[in-house]
């Protein structure tokens, strides 16, 4: 099936505003859990291999701002600094990739 042209610039402009908002070395990143709705909606029109990358970007985003949120508040101390963020990345992933998957429209139309 043929996706619509504006569905896939939009999917593309998503992917490479995040990716910038990510990349920013000002405060952009704190921006990013704003376009966690337009991932989950980008993840629920892909594919398998979609919907897992599609996944990632938020958790990454929200790892991104606990990073900041430790870094703040208990500078570099060992293991928070790292501890903290990679478990919010895993428990992100593991909700939003739930989430996608339970309204995916191949399990909404059986």
Same mark, same amino acid.
């Given at each position: 099936? #043929?996706?619509?042209?504006? !569905?896939?610039? @939009?999917?593309?402009?998503?992917?490479?505003?995040?990716?910038?908002?990510?990349?920013?070395?000002?405060?952009? &990143?704190?921006?990013?859990?704003?376009?966690? *709705? /337009?991932?989950?909606? @980008? @993840?629920?029109?892909?594919?398998?291999?979609?919907?897992?990358?599609?996944?990632?970007?938020? /958790?990454?985003?929200? @790892?991104?701002?606990?990073?900041?949120?430790?870094?703040?508040?208990?500078? !570099?101390? !060992? *293991?928070?600094?790292?501890?903290?963020?990679? &478990?919010?990345?895993?428990?992100? &992933?593991?909700?939003?990739?739930? &989430?996608?998957?339970?309204?995916?429209? #191949?399990?909404?139309?059986?």
């Amino acid at each position: 099936m #043929q996706r619509p042209t504006a !569905e896939v610039l @939009a999917r593309w402009s998503l992917a490479a505003v995040t990716l910038l908002l990510m990349a920013s070395m000002g405060g952009g &990143f704190l921006l990013l859990p704003a376009l966690i *709705p /337009a991932h989950v909606w @980008a @993840a629920r029109r892909s594919g398998r291999v979609g919907r897992i990358g599609w996944s990632v970007l938020p /958790a990454a985003s929200v @790892a991104m701002v606990a990073w900041a949120a430790v870094y703040v508040t208990v500078r !570099e101390s !060992e *293991p928070a600094i790292w501890l903290l963020p990679a &478990f919010v990345l895993v428990a992100t &992933f593991a909700v939003v990739a739930r &989430f996608v998957a339970s309204g995916t429209p #191949q399990q909404l139309a059986s």
